[in-house]
């Protein structure tokens, strides 16, 4: 396993409310990418940060929102939620401009009623 | 835009056969081809990677190759296991280029006893 952890690990919104998720990433890693997966599709791209900074974005719109800590850790933020937002958002760890291979955490499963 | 294509979609083969998982990327920058095996309820676990300057790569009963001409790459399991059994995925990025990966939409392989 890899050392990337996500919290919660289930949760369940109703549409219009927010959410944050939470990843911690693996020791040594500097990079955190988000991405959705919905069932039985490809985990997508949402966006990545770097230095604290968003560092590349996918085709997400802006109510999809991110921050990333000095410790390196980040949360996804999604506003008015919508039913097409339930899906497992996953997020993994890098270290930018070395090997960059991303470490995926074990996702968080997010359920919109 | 970018986009990589996975063959098959679903992929039965017979225990100590040999299997075979196909994709194609538009983006001809990519230089980074990562391949991720997906169990049920779990996180995407990174198998084996090859990169631009490779032609082909080799890890015990895994092996991938490279055609960056034609921009195919192709993922090869030998002797299959029942463990082998799960969802892959391919996926292609830019390193160092705000590192995104965009996936394949996955082959669900089984292995049959």
């Known amino acids: 396993e890899t050392g990337v952890t996500q919290s919660p690990t289930h949760l369940i919104k109703t549409r219009g409310q927010q959410v944050t998720l939470r990843c911690s990433s693996q020791?040594?890693?500097?990079?955190v990418s988000w991405y959705q997966q919905a069932l039985g599709q490809g985990p997508q791209f949402i966006f990545q940060y770097y230095r604290e900074e968003e560092n590349g974005r996918g085709n997400f719109p802006p109510r999809f929102s991110g921050l990333q800590f000095p410790n390196y850790s980040s949360e996804l933020n999604v506003n008015a939620l919508e039913l097409d937002d339930s899906a497992l958002y996953l997020c993994?760890?890098?270290?930018?401009?070395?090997?960059?291979?991303?470490?995926f955490g074990p996702g968080t499963r997010l359920l919109v009623l | 835009g970018e986009n990589v294509e996975q063959h098959p979609s679903t992929l039965s083969v017979q225990e100590g056969d040999s299997a075979v998982i196909k994709c194609t990327y538009s983006?001809?920058?990519?230089?980074?081809f990562p391949w991720y095996k997906q169990e049920l309820g779990k996180r995407p676990q990174l198998i084996i990677d090859?990169?631009?300057?490779?032609g082909e790569k080799k890890d015990q009963r895994i092996a991938v190759t490279l055609n960056k001409t034609a921009k195919h790459f192709s993922l090869h399991i030998t002797e299959t296991q029942p463990e082998d059994s799960a969802v892959y995925f391919c996926a292609a990025s830019r390193v160092s280029s705000a590192s995104k990966i965009i996936f394949g939409s996955g082959t669900r392989l089984s292995i049959r006893p």
């Open positions: 983006d001809s920058a990519s230089n980074y």
């Open positions: 020791s040594g890693h500097n990079t």
């Open positions: 993994a760890s890098s270290v930018q401009g070395a090997e960059e291979t991303q470490y």
């Open positions: 090859i990169r631009s300057n490779v």
